[in-house]
């Protein structure tokens, strides 16, 4: 059943942080007393900045989203990360490696039209029209806690439809035992995935993977929006993976296919730094990064662009009663 639209500041009214604080930000620079002759901050301090206020110091133009229809998610009491922080801090390499890089270089990315081939163990191996999936399918709205794995977490808004409600359709076989996603590979685009340097030393295109229970799970889900429009290049349009048990690295964005298959496929992160990122990357505040605690972490939330709380990561992200089962049995400081 579809519901009305909600706009998007209906959602969250007192958790949307002042724009002054994004629109001021010549100010808060000039106040650090590094605003140049011309006006603008030296570019390296600019990035430095940039890192603290979490937002974006060249204040580019975003590119247009457009309104989505959705069931909205049940009530919550998780306090809402406010918009312009989910979408001015943001890892996507492909777009540079700072947390600003990707909302300053990703806006010409031409996300429309967009295609998905859905491949591999499949009866029916076909492509889709994502635009056309955005229209056909009953986007329903998740809020979900999101934990990166360098120890900051966010709470957002997701629009999106169940994974397995596509993948069902392409009626997957009883060998495929795990699912692979690949990004745009596009280096014209893309400037990460021209400069080892730039794109952070990761081999492009960007792969994920998931176990086909994994992929199969209800809290498994493609979102197409965020925050009650189409997402914004920066967080991956205009589709993305989102599984919100896991850390934030599995969820791929800018996905152009999606290949069944019968053993583990390689992920990004794990090729990149074995003995740091795992394939499971399950949260887990019992299993420490080699060089940092997973205990606990940063939340983004309300208040200025200095402020974080900090707070105990929970197991699974705190979606333990719902996926804690997919496991069992597993030595998960081995399977990490
Ligand atoms: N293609 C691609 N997908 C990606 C990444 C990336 O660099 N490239 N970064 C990942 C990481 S490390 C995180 S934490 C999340 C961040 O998603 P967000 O910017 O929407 O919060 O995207 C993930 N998906
Ligand atoms: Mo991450």
């Given at each position: 059943?579809?519901?009305?639209?909600?706009?998007?500041?209906?959602?969250?009214?007192?958790?949307?942080?002042?724009?002054?604080?994004y629109?001021?930000?010549r100010?808060i620079?000039?106040?650090?007393?590094?605003?140049?002759?011309?006006?603008l901050?030296?570019p390296?301090?600019?990035?430095?900045?940039?890192?603290?206020?979490?937002?974006?110091?060249?204040?580019?133009?975003?590119?247009?989203?457009?309104?989505?229809?959705?069931?909205?998610?049940?009530p919550?009491?998780?306090?809402?990360?406010?918009?312009?922080?989910?979408?001015?801090?943001?890892?996507?390499?492909?777009?540079?490696?700072?947390?600003?890089?990707?909302?300053?270089?990703s806006q010409?990315?031409?996300?429309?039209?967009?295609?998905?081939?859905?491949?591999?163990?499949?009866?029916?191996p076909?492509?889709?029209?994502?635009?056309?999936?955005?229209?056909?399918?009953?986007?329903e709205?998740?809020?979900?806690?999101?934990?990166?794995?360098?120890?900051?977490?966010?709470?957002?808004?997701?629009?999106?439809?169940?994974?397995?409600?596509?993948?069902?359709?392409?009626k997957?076989?009883?060998?495929?035992?795990?699912?692979?996603?690949?990004?745009?590979?596009?280096?014209?685009?893309?400037?990460?995935?021209?400069?080892?340097?730039?794109?952070?030393?990761?081999?492009?295109?960007?792969?994920?993977?998931?176990?086909?229970?994994?992929?199969?799970?209800?809290?498994?889900?493609?979102?197409?929006?965020?925050?009650?429009?189409?997402?914004?290049?920066?967080?991956?349009?205009?589709?993305?993976l989102?599984?919100?048990?896991?850390?934030?690295?599995?969820?791929?964005k800018?996905i152009?296919?999606i290949?069944?298959?019968?053993?583990?496929?390689?992920?990004?992160?794990?090729?990149l730094?074995?003995?740091?990122?795992?394939?499971?990357?399950?949260?887990?505040?019992?299993?420490?990064?080699?060089?940092?605690?997973?205990?606990?972490?940063?939340?983004?939330?309300?208040?200025?662009?200095?402020?974080?709380?900090?707070?105990?990561?929970?197991?699974?992200?705190?979606?333990?009663?719902?996926?804690?089962s997919?496991?069992?049995?597993?030595?998960?400081?081995?399977?990490?």
């Amino acid at each position: 059943m579809l519901i009305k639209k909600r706009v998007s500041h209906e959602i969250a009214e007192n958790s949307v942080t002042p724009e002054n604080i994004y629109l001021n930000r010549r100010s808060i620079l000039k106040s650090f007393g590094i605003v140049t002759a011309s006006g603008l901050a030296m570019p390296s301090q600019a990035g430095f900045l940039d890192n603290l206020l979490g937002g974006s110091a060249s204040e580019v133009p975003q590119a247009p989203r457009k309104p989505l229809e959705y069931r909205p998610d049940k009530p919550t009491d998780l306090s809402l990360t406010p918009e312009p922080k989910v979408i001015n801090h943001n890892n996507f390499y492909e777009f540079g490696t700072s947390k600003t890089d990707p909302a300053e270089n990703s806006q010409h990315l031409k996300t429309e039209p967009w295609t998905l081939t859905i491949e591999g163990e499949v009866e029916n191996p076909g492509v889709v029209d994502v635009w056309e999936l955005m229209q056909q399918s009953n986007l329903e709205e998740r809020i979900y806690r999101m934990r990166c794995v360098e120890a900051w977490s966010m709470v957002i808004p997701w629009l999106g439809l169940e994974l397995n409600t596509l993948l069902k359709k392409f009626k997957p076989t009883s060998r495929a035992k795990y699912v692979a996603f690949e990004t745009l590979y596009d280096p014209k685009q893309m400037p990460g995935q021209r400069s080892r340097h730039f794109g952070g030393g990761i081999a492009y295109p960007y792969v994920e993977g998931l176990r086909i229970d994994e992929a199969m799970h209800p809290l498994t889900i493609l979102a197409v929006g965020l925050y009650g429009k189409t997402l914004p290049t920066q967080n991956g349009a205009p589709v993305r993976l989102v599984v919100p048990w896991k850390y934030g690295f599995k969820g791929i964005k800018s996905i152009v296919k999606i290949r069944l298959t019968e053993k583990q496929p390689p992920t990004s992160w794990n090729l990149l730094a074995p003995h740091e990122y795992g394939f499971y990357a399950n949260v887990n505040p019992e299993v420490d990064h080699p060089r940092w605690s997973q205990a606990s972490e940063r939340f983004i939330g309300e208040g200025g662009p200095f402020s974080s709380t900090r707070q105990k990561t929970l197991m699974f992200n705190g979606y333990a009663e719902q996926v804690a089962s997919l496991y069992s049995g597993m030595d998960l400081k081995k399977y990490y």
